[in-house]
Nanobody, 128 residues
Framework: QVQLVESGGGLVQAGGSLRLSCAAS????????MGWFRQAPGKEREFVTA????????SYADSVKGRFTISRHNAKNTVYLQMNNLKPEDTAVYYC?????????????????????WGQGTQVTVSW
């Protein structure tokens, strides 16, 4: 089991950028696919992006392609979400997640059911 803590959320104007961080505990961090989900008020939690355990595979929701980039820095036990050209519809609580099983690609973490660990979430608010 991987323990996760998100940070980096905040308030930003439309068109601006934020970088979220997800710090993980446990020596097996590098063996898990990692991802980000988000949940807006009154809506279900949705997939945003994921990265495979090797870092060579990534996947993105259509709504964020070309704007968001996921990366991982295993030496720091951290996964990042770089968010550029933010839009008001990106406003949500963003959750970091680790895949349920080790040694999987990015596509293995496409739904909430695929996650084995969750962070507490960090609020991202995009204003006009």
């Amino acid at each position: 089991q991987v323990q996760l803590v998100e940070s980096g959320g905040g308030l930003v104007q439309a068109g601006g950028s934020l970088r979220l961080s997800c710090a993980a505990s446990g020596r097996t961090f590098s063996s898990y696919a990692m991802g980000w989900f988000r949940q807006a008020p009154g809506k279900e939690r949705e997939f945003v992006t994921a990265i495979g355990w090797t870092g060579s595979s990534t996947s993105y929701a259509d709504s964020v392609k070309g704007r968001f980039t996921i990366s991982r820095h295993n030496a720091k036990n951290t996964v990042y979400l770089q968010m550029n050209n933010l839009k008001p519809e990106d406003t949500a609580v963003y959750y970091c997640a680790a895949a349920r099983f080790q040694f999987r690609s990015a596509v293995s973490l496409a739904t909430q059911a695929d996650a084995g660990s969750w962070g507490q979430g960090t609020q991202v608010t995009v204003s006009w």
